[in-house]
């Protein structure tokens, strides 16, 4: 199973290429499989056509389910998609594993190298890439991500509402749409890729969702580009899906944390499993088990913040950061107080007082 998000830009190109490459796995579609030379061959494209100004590129995203592909399988797959549907223009590969899923970022330069023509995205774009991408996903022996979470979904609808229920059955049998259904299926996606509030409204919002999610109100609330509402307690009522809930979410977060974690830990120790093997020296392996120490101190800290204690640690440390701030406001206060006073003093050349 994999999706395709859009990314927003912000980054130059240079900036766009070396943050795909951070991880030194950086393979090139129509360009070098060398990052800074892949840079200098895309500029030269747009100095060649003379459109050097602006959009600079578009950045895509492929994200795996966890444990579903590894590094090769991930970079096979985003090559292929990139060769399928972004003809004539040159596109920069960069995989990460920062993440408790592998993630493929493609750079795609915005002016062909073939006939110097300007990438322009129609609003159906994304939506034709994402069907690109279950085909790919599928010869691949790959789960397709609609398909498999409106199975996981329709087993059992739970609702009092009969025409909500016959609305639902008709989305299921793909007879018209629902943007329940539409809602469940993107929080579904969202929560898989994420470990935070943060990330989770982040990956909404890739799907065209904006996310009303606020610790002071009882509801998390979903709004799709056609401005339909989406409570997330009415989606754990119809689903009967407990993940569908504020706590539900959290403990999905906390779950994609430990298999990050993990995941790291058992590359750190394959790693070092396969040094021994090689030979190489014990201080190499020291310092590999340090950063599975590293690795478990990250996972407590991490989890810490989901228990009550953990809560209420981090409010007492804004509350001290606060009352500092506070002091650090008064003392710079008095401080211009006295320099005032200071000056007035000065200009009539008497001495002053300051302990009064």
Known sequence: MAIVKVSKGGRSLKQAIRYADKEKDFIGKDVSDNPEKAINEMQLTKDIYNKPGGRQYKHYIISFKPGEVDREKAKAI???FAEKNFKGYEVGIGTHTDKNHIHCHLIVNSVSFEIGKKLHVPKS????????????????????VQKELEKEMSGEIRTGNMKKYQVLKHAFDGVKKSYVLDAAIAVKKAMELSENKQEFIENMNFQGYKTNWSDTRKHVTFI?????KVRLANLQKTFNDISFSKEGLELEFKRNIEQRV???IER????AEQTIQSGIGEQYIERTFDRVYDTIRELENELRKYSPSGREAIREEQQDVEREIEQINREQSITRE???RKNRYIDREIEPDFDR
Do not use: P, Q, W, Y
């Open 78 to 80: 985003a090559l292929e």
């Open 125 to 144: 774009f994304l939506e034709d890439l994402r069907k690109s991408n279950d085909e790919i996903c599928k010869t691949h022996g790959l789960e397709i």
């Open 224 to 228: 799709d580009k056609g401005n339909n």
């Open 262 to 264: 993990n995941l790291n």
């Open 268 to 271: 750190e120790v394959t790693r």
């Open 338 to 340: 006295i320099l005032k």
